[in-house]
């Protein structure tokens, strides 16, 4: 058994070889983090049919059932992303959202607030014509930093559907004018020590142009913003071919790098399991995020180690738990691969121009089978060997779906 015990000596004794410290290795597993999303939760999907999922949360504490149920399985995705107004508590009461998250052993994350979904926003939220728009758009961001408060949540988690689809359609520099003065009016309510994390989007919903289209433009306002704020990476919103793990370096080597929106796509932004078509990719941002993490360049070495790492996706047709523990043990995996990158033997075939054998190198390691790795892990953070297995033994989908029944509600969008 490629995870037995046995398995486990061997590839210790192989990784102590080539210098890879094997219990630093396992210490920073059992400390990785991912946080899930609330709306991942609930019936969500493409923008032709959410399907109705039997057992679907319908209901934030639903969701952090769910959630629970996800961290109980893998034991390192104790955070649940919340969407404001989709997780509002009817009563306004937080706190007890709060104790509910935590009475099941987790807590409540970023706060992402929603500037997209209402008739006023037609024409954009903080970038619109529209006064009325944009004052209503500060109001609600600055709502989302006083929830933040009441949550306990360090992250302010921002994207904007905002943009134009006609050439003309609006002033591009106007809108970007406008931009900059509602993100400078809700940077001032952050809470002390949180962060501000800008997520950009180079399409969709507005198809041509975005208001923030590229990790640039996040960028150059969280420069102008303050130090609170940094840019998200959603693997989902850049270009066919763009190289992410570049941004991901860059970012990190700035301090500007905040956090992630994991998903997977082949075409656009599909929102599909992190890592399910494009391994490799996820491996490489991962092999990025290890380098800062175990290096000594600050502030690389510092914003690896805050970053805020959480899911982004949209489960329509392969249930919602099972797809979210997936996704998680994917994570999972891309680091285990990356924490075991020999990186003075790379850093090495590099300064020697060793094109192929700095290559190999990380080939190499990505081909890793790290499942030893990850059992001693999970037997240590005392959670299931195999996730999925435990899951599905469990009969909690078939208890949920019983229970909750089968709702055509989209995932929040009442
Ligand atoms: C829409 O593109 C989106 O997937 C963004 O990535 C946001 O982060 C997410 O929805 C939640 O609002
Ligand atoms: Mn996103």
């Keep these: 058994m490629s995870d037995s015990p046995a398995a486990f000596e061997l590839l210790a004794a192989d990784l102590a070889a080539q210098g890879t410290d094997v219990a630093a290795v396992l210490a920073a597993l059992q400390q990785q983090q991912i946080e899930t999303p609330s709306w991942g939760y609930a019936n969500s999907g ?38 404001i107004p989709w997780d509002r508590p009817a009563d306004g009461d937080y706190a007890a959202m709060c104790q509910y998250a935590g009475e099941r052993g987790i807590r409540i994350g970023a706060v992402n607030p929603n500037v997209f979904q209402d008739a006023q926003y037609r024409l954009g939220s903080l970038g619109s014509p529209d006064s009325g728009a944009r004052e209503a758009a500060i109001e609600h961001l600055v709502e989302c930093c006083q929830i933040m408060r009441l ?20 002033s591009l520099r106007a809108r ?31 198809f041509y142009s975005t208001d923030i289209p590229d990790w640039g433009t996040a960028y150059a306002w969280c420069l102008k913003l303050g130090p609170q704020a940094q840019v998200l990476v959603d693997l989902g919103h850049h ?35 992190v890592g399910s078509s494009n391994p490799w990719e996820l491996f490489l941002i991962y092999h990025e995020l290890t380098s800062a993490e175990l290096g000594a360049d600050e502030p690389a070495r510092s914003t690896a180690r805050q970053v805020a790492y959480m899911l982004d996706q949209s489960h329509n047709i392969e249930g919602k738990l099972a797809p979210m523990i997936y996704s998680v043990l994917n994570c999972q995996e891309a680091y285990a691969r990356a924490l075991c990158v020999p990186h003075a033997r790379l850093a090495q075939h590099q300064a020697e121009g060793d094109v192929l054998g700095a ?29 999925l297995a435990a899951l599905r033994a469990s009969g909690y989908e078939a208890r949920i779906a019983a229970e909750r029944g089968v709702h055509a509600t989209a995932g929040g969008f009442q």
């Design 46 to 83: 493409t923008r032709f049919k959410a399907f109705a999922w039997p057992g679907a949360a319908t209901t934030t504490a639903q969701k952090l059932d769910d959630a629970a149920m996800v961290h109980r399985m893998t034991g390192i995705a104790p955070s649940v992303a919340i969407h």
């Design 151 to 170: 949550v306990g949540s360090d992250a302010l988690s921002l994207w904007f559907a905002d943009g134009t689809n006609y050439a003309g359609q609006d």
């Design 176 to 206: 970007k004018q406008r931009f900059e003065h509602g993100l400078a009016a809700t940077y001032r309510h952050l809470p002390p020590g949180a962060r501000m994390l800008i997520e950009y989007k180079f399409f969709e919903p507005a």
């Design 239 to 273: 270009a066919q071919g763009v190289n992410i793990e570049q941004i991901v370096g860059f970012l990190l080597d700035e301090g500007r790098l905040g956090g992630f929106h994991f998903n997977n796509r082949k075409y656009a932004d599909d929102d599909l399991i």
């Design 359 to 387: 290559h190999a190198v990380l080939s190499d390691a990505f081909r890793r089978d790290v499942r030893p790795l990850l059992r001693v892990v999970r037997e240590r953070l005392g959670v299931p060997t195999d996730p």
